[in-house]
């Protein structure tokens, strides 16, 4: 499995600089703030908040400090060592809250409580995948929206056209904003 990419557009004020991965965006800013009298922030892609970046000392110094993907963070299996007893497959053991009559439910499933739960927690997943990859896009567009154009004329109304889901609406209100500002905006609020 490939490691994952954090993907990011960065802006000297209202106009877009670079998007693509965040080392390249980054090298991009780094040169880019020597001459720029304004501010130069980077947008993470998957949920339209700053990025934070150190551009002190040299690119490959600059680029060991960037985040990572939480993907590129976790160990691999070949990474622990193997001990002995279970296999660890991943399971994370939390506390989970229920009323009695979910527990007694839970009890009567074949397999038990954490078979269950998974296989219900799976099926959620599928059903809704649609819906939450909207919610994300939308909560990533008005992150990027209220950092950056919280001030510019019909936010306030952008941001209920976004969050009502009709894009005609939203398309037809940032059509005063900043081409890029509006260009990215509709971009996230479309992934």
Not at 3 to 29: D, H, N, Y
Not at 49 to 74: T, W
Not at 91 to 102: F, W
Not at 171 to 190: E, G, I, N, Q, S
Request: glycine share 6%; hydrophobic share 40%; net charge positive.
């Amino acid at each position: 499995m490939s490691p994952a990419v954090i993907t990011c557009t960065a802006f000297v004020g209202q106009k877009r600089l670079a998007s693509g991965p965040l080392e390249q965006v980054a090298l991009a800013v780094k040169h880019a703030e020597a001459g720029a009298a304004v501010l130069v922030q980077i947008y993470d892609d998957a949920t339209g908040r700053v990025i934070d970046i150190d551009p002190r000392g040299s690119d490959a110094d600059m680029i060991a400090r960037l985040p990572r993907a939480q993907a590129d963070a976790a160990p691999t299996s070949s990474d622990v060592p193997r001990g002995r007893g279970r296999p660890k497959l991943g399971v994370v053991a939390r506390e989970v809250t229920l009323l009695p009559r979910h527990w007694e439910w839970l009890s009567t499933q074949p397999g038990g409580a954490s078979v269950a739960l998974r296989k219900l927690v799976e099926e959620a997943r599928r059903d809704k995948s649609g819906k939450d990859s909207a919610r994300r896009a939308r909560d990533a567009a008005y992150a990027f929206m209220s950092a950056m154009a919280g001030n510019l004329p019909e936010f306030e109304e952008a941001s209920r056209a976004l969050f009502s889901g009709t894009y005609d609406t939203l398309a037809t209100l940032l059509a005063r904003w900043p081409a890029d500002v509006r260009d990215y905006t509709m971009k996230l609020a479309r992934s």
